[in-house]
């Protein structure tokens, strides 16, 4: 990054604060900084074909335009740089509006409390990666229905699976199964560009019954392979809709040679099912055939207590939103012991997603929860990868359990 060559705008209200940050940014070695009081002479600047500023430092109470309306007009400008929030707000607010401006594609670096310090802003513009032009707005096109159903029937899909391990002792107690889209251009596609399609269209029958297949098949062979894995796949609450779903599940399960208590269902409920006689037959049947059931995504949507209150699962999973970063935010700690102890008390097992790094880790570690899922133990993975992963893992585990002691 060259420092003189970056345009940076601040924009607050305050004199002394816009001083006291142009002068900040000037002792780190940016140059070309320029000063503005209110909204609307910022926006000048953004609009200054040559002179676009590459980052914005923002004062989120100003008395004219505030923040949050300054931002709805960066993206009517098409505005491609970068943000920093500074206010006096408290977390929590300034917290919401760091989320509003990610929803609007803006990339945010973070956000400064007043009093600023020189220390904290010089670790924000570290983290600063300067978007590529043009590529921050550019959303690609959605698939189309006949793609995607072509891919179901031509063998497209590829599961991956991600290890569920308990936290108390390392034990991979299973996997969970990813599906992706193996694309002939595009490579590897995510679940999210194409399952809310299939659901629309009537397709996600037939992915359930592809996905499902080959997960039981390689629960199957992994057993022979002498690695007694309990495999979860995800279901669609759309899945629930033909009442002869159980017994599909249980003929692959039987085809397979897999016991239902080695199978996970989860659930996740992405929309509002009015009629829910269907759905609760469905899962009634399914847990007196012995197959498990998980409440996915806990907390989020429809993924809610009305749901644990009515449906017989025996498996909680706390969002990732919830579970990444708990360890050093009261609200998001306040929400997953409060899940944890929900999910303990309906004597259900609970699994943290969304573990990312070593702190999420070992604060985990310090709670009741019992099994832990996310980037920290593995990216979900071909098949094939796993046998290598395990043993990579054990040795991880007696790493981290020998610093523990020492
Ligand atoms: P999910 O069931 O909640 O799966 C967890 C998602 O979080 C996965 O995304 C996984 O790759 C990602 N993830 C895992 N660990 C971490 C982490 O530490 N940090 C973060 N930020 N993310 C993590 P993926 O594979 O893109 O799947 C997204 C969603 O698509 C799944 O959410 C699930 O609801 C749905 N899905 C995936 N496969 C299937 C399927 O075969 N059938 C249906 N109906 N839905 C599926
Ligand atoms: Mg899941
Ligand atoms: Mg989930």
Excluded at 149 to 156: C, L, M, S
Excluded at 266 to 271: C, N, P, Y
Excluded at 277 to 284: C, Q
Aim: aromatic share 8%.
């Amino acid at each position: 990054m060259y420092k003189s060559t970056i345009r940076i705008l601040v924009l607050d209200d305050e004199a002394f604060m816009l001083k006291l940050l142009a002068q900040m940014l000037a002792t780190l070695g940016f140059t070309q900084v320029t000063t503005c009081d209110n909204g609307s002479e910022a926006l000048k600047w953004v609009d200054a074909y040559a002179n676009v500023p590459g980052l914005i430092v923002m004062d989120l109470n100003m008395p004219k335009m505030d923040g949050v309306e300054f931002v709805r007009e960066l993206v009517q400008h098409e505005y491609e740089g970068s943000l920093i929030l500074v206010s006096g707000e408290d977390e929590r607010v300034l917290q919401t509006a760091e989320k509003l401006i990610r929803a609007h594609q803006i990339s945010v670096l973070g956000h400064l409390r007043k009093p600023v310090t020189p220390e904290r802003l010089m670790a924000l513009l570290a983290t600063w990666v300067l978007p590529q032009q043009g590529t921050l707005l550019k959303l690609r096109q959605p698939y189309r229905v006949d793609e995607v159903r072509a891919a179901i029937q031509n063998g497209e899909l590829v599961n991956y699976y991600q290890p569920k391990v308990a936290l108390a002792t390392g034990r991979v107690a299973g996997v969970e199964t990813l599906v992706r889209w193996q694309h002939p251009e595009n490579g590897i596609v995510l679940p999210d560009q194409f399952i809310g399609i299939a659901e629309e269209h009537g397709l996600i029958n037939e992915l359930t019954h592809v996905v499902l297949a080959s997960a039981l098949f390689q629960a199957k062979h992994w057993q022979q392979t002498g690695l007694a894995l309990v495999v979860a796949v995800n279901i669609s609450m759309d899945d629930l809709t033909f009442l002869d779903f159980p017994d599909f599940v249980a003929q692959l399960a039987a085809s397979a040679n897999v016991a239902p208590e080695h199978v996970v269902l989860e659930v996740t409920e992405s929309r509002l099912v009015r009629d829910q006689r269907v759905p609760l037959d469905i899962l009634t049947r399914l847990r007196l055939k012995r197959f498990q059931l998980s409440i996915d995504d806990f907390g989020t949507g429809h993924s809610s207590l009305a749901q644990l209150r009515d449906m017989p699962f025996g498996e909680l999973k706390i969002d990732q939103s919830f579970v990444h970063g708990a360890w050093k935010n009261e609200t998001l700690r306040a929400m997953v012991d409060a899940s944890l102890g929900l999910g303990k008390q309906l004597g259900m097992e609970v699994v943290a997603e969304g573990v990312e790094d070593l702190d999420d880790w070992n604060f985990l570690r310090r709670t009741r929860c019992d099994l832990a899922q996310g980037y920290f133990i593995a990216r979900p993975m071909p098949a094939a990868d796993l046998p290598v992963w395990m043993e990579s893992w054990r040795e991880r585990m007696q790493r981290l359990q020998a610093e523990t002691l020492s």
